[in-house]
């Protein structure tokens, strides 16, 4: 347990369907990540809210929208993906941005788009 | 932007024995090195890390050696155990606000039994 919890652990969804991860951390940090873990590939940072600003958006479509309403919680929307979109996505918080402080990862999100 | 690479991408050691799992990185700015062990199910979680004012850190049975004149760091696992078995991942960044963690592709640690 490493104090970022995500839900749901697994999802199967269709590219009509529109549905959102959901990620909640209970250690007082104030950055929040959204990463992508493909296989074979290194994990590819998504987005980055620090003091629940958005800070990085690292060319993600616009199928993926995420919002972060306060400090501890953070969401993915997803709408039509794509079965290329199917990963891993894990969210991970630190103390702050850009202090190169330890980031705890949540257990992730299995995506299945078909 | 950095980049970083791992070598290899599998390792296989019997128990016991020592692994060693290096990482290469690009930009010279970088001055914070985690490393992150990956179990099945799970999500990537810190083992060690270390920062450019230093050569060396351990902990245990792991240790982290930085070599920043060459820009490579490397994990060390003395007496490998079955439980070792993991991804292993390295990852490196800067400092100051655009900082984000960059990562290897990760190596499949295997401790035969």
């Known amino acids: 347990e490493t104090g970022v919890t995500q839900t749901p652990r697994h999802l199967v969804m269709g590219m009509t369907n529109k549905k959102s991860l959901k990620c909640e951390q209970h250690?007082?940090?104030?950055?929040m990540y959204w990463y992508k873990q493909s296989a074979k590939k290194p994990l590819e940072l998504m987005f980055v809210y620090n003091f629940k600003e958005q800070t990085e958006n690292n060319s993600v479509p616009s199928r993926f929208s995420p919002e972060c309403p306060n400090s501890s919680h953070l969401f993915l929307h997803l709408h039509t993906l794509q079965p290329e979109d199917s990963a891993l996505y894990l969210c991970?918080?630190?103390?702050?941005?850009?202090?190169?402080?330890?980031?705890?990862f949540g257990q992730g999100t299995r995506l299945t788009v078909v | 932007g950095e980049n970083v690479e791992q070598h290899p991408s599998t390792l296989s050691v019997q128990e016991g024995d020592s692994a060693v799992i290096k990482c290469t990185y690009s930009d010279s700015a970088s001055n914070y090195f985690p490393w992150y062990k990956q179990e099945l199910g799970k999500g990537p979680q810190l083992i060690i890390d270390i920062r450019s004012n230093v050569g060396e850190k351990k902990d245990q049975r792991i240790a982290v050696t930085l070599n920043k004149t060459a820009k490579h760091f490397s994990l060390h696992i003395t007496e490998t155990q079955p439980e070792d078995s993991a991804v292993y991942f390295c990852a490196a960044s800067s400092y100051g606000a655009n900082s984000k963690l960059t990562f290897g592709k990760g190596i499949t640690l295997s401790v035969r039994p």
């Open positions: 991970a918080s630190s103390q702050e941005r850009g202090r190169g402080t330890e980031a705890f």
């Open positions: 250690l007082g940090h104030n950055a």
